[in-house]
């Protein structure tokens, strides 16, 4: 599961984003092989730090879902992608948020 978070979201945020994203994705894939194949393998969650430019390419891949944050006035902070096998080769140029 990648969760893409912006970059000007503050770090206590960007936790609880980061946090929310993984029970958006969840919730919203429950019931779907990849999820049940991934929460029986790996459960592996990727989270990067992107600017507004790579947030909004990402949303040309499928299977994504925005999280939005309350505290900025519920503006798109994250989005996050249902876990699969193989993502686009975009995906891997991307800064891992540390």
């Keep these: 599961m990648y ?3 912006k970059d ?3 770090y206590g945020h960007a936790i609880n984003t980061a946090a929310h994203s993984g ?12 999820v049940k194949e991934w929460l029986q393998d790996s459960y592996r969650k990727v989270t990067c730090r992107v600017t507004e430019k790579e947030f909004e390419k990402a949303k040309q891949y499928d299977d994504w879902e925005i999280v939005t944050e309350l505290a900025y006035d519920k503006k798109e902070v994250a989005l996050v992608f249902k ?10 140029f991307l800064k891992l948020y540390r």
């Design 8 to 10: 000007w979201l503050d």
């Design 3 to 5: 969760i893409l978070i």
């Design 83 to 92: 876990p699969r096998v193989e993502y686009p080769k975009f995906f891997k």
């Design 23 to 34: 029970m958006v994705g969840y919730i919203k894939w429950q019931d779907s092989d990849e």
